[in-house]
């Protein structure tokens, strides 16, 4: 019943009824205990980042004389260890109705997407162009605000080069351009920190689910930018109809809520957004977009394209 020795029972029982302790486990000496400190202090010099191909050399040095996979163990454990201690103080973010459009830019070979989210409702806009231009961007987020029927207060990006007119003490100042047209929507422009992904974790899985369930299957293509936006528009009506799994609600009956604390809408007279979404010529969204970009310049090539 207990799969040992019936003597070995024996005296278990006996030793409880006369009220001793049970013997204490001796803990089990492992190959890789001679390093152990070794590793802790490379783990914690690194931040966690080094790997174990790169300390076995050490710990070989050191006297460590077992196997590769059975060191990876050890230093599985010693990060997994130093992290439960030096967490980054992250917080999930806690939305606010009306407050924060968060938008990116992603691409599939010559095809790039643009993808906005209402961070809360979860309302989701994609749609297709040939680049990320800030004219094109531009033309995005307006065609964007129509469909939502108003303004967040914020557009929350990343440091995008279209958008993106310098960085100073690590802040983000845009183009003038985007500034113009933050006034004319009356929404302040935002931008997430550098080298810090999860700021804007929200709109990088919608890119990636638009890439896998809208792109791929559909197969999109950057020679038919209007089909591929008809496709886009019938895919938004799709998922925001269904619901959302983190939240557990319906994006287009929440944003029913949050509609009306958007701000609305103020569409210029000689501005129609969507132009290239629609898969018209440049020069027409060129046009339209002047009294908002403000006065041309010359460009450095590939500079609308650049993203730090």
């Known amino acids: 019943m207990c799969d040992c020795d019936p003597k070995t029972v024996k005296r278990a029982v006996e030793r409880a009824v006369a009220g ?5 486990r001796s803990e089990r000496a492992r190959n890789y205990d001679v390093v152990v400190d ?31 996979r059975n060191f990876r163990r050890l230093v599985a ?14 917080r999930p973010a806690v939305w606010a109705p009306g407050e924060t459009l968060v938008i990116d830019w992603g691409s ?4 790039h997407v643009f993808c906005a989210v209402l961070a809360w409702s979860r309302w989701r806009f994609v749609r297709f162009a040939a680049d990320e231009k800030a004219e094109t961007t531009l033309a995005m987020l307006a065609e964007c605000f129509e469909l939502a029927g108003g303004v967040p207060k914020v557009v929350l990006a990343d440091r995008m080069g279209c958008l ?8 983000v100042v845009p183009t003038p351009a985007y500034v113009r047209f933050a006034t004319h929507y009356r929404f302040r422009p935002d931008f997430c920190n550098g080298a810090d992904p999860e700021s804007k974790g929200i709109v990088e899985n919608l890119v990636g689910y638009a890439k896998s369930d809208l792109m791929v299957p559909a197969g999109c293509d950057v020679d038919d930018l209007a089909e591929a936006n008809r496709a886009a528009r019938a895919w938004c009506v799709e998922v925001n109809a269904q619901t959302h799994s983190e939240i557990a609600a319906v994006p ?13 809408a103020i569409a210029a007279a000689s501005y129609r957004p969507g132009d290239r ?12 977009l002047g009294p908002l970009l403000g006065p041309s310049r010359p460009d450095r090539p590939g500079r609308g394209d650049r993203r730090s």
């Open 20 to 24: 001793g302790d049970p013997p204490r």
């Open 38 to 68: 070794v590793v802790a202090s490379r783990v914690a010099k690194t931040a966690g980042r080094i790997s174990a191909k790169r300390l076995l050399p050490e710990a070989r040095a050191a006297g460590y004389t077992g196997s590769a």
């Open 77 to 90: 454990k010693a990060k997994s260890d130093w992290r439960r201690t030096n967490h980054r103080g992250r």
């Open 108 to 111: 599939e070979g010559p095809l």
């Open 164 to 171: 993106k007119g310098g960085v100073v003490a690590n802040v």
């Open 252 to 264: 287009v009956e929440r944003l029913a809520t949050e509609a009306g604390l958007l701000g609305v």
């Open 277 to 288: 979404a629609q898969g018209r010529p440049a020069e027409l969204c060129s046009d339209r």
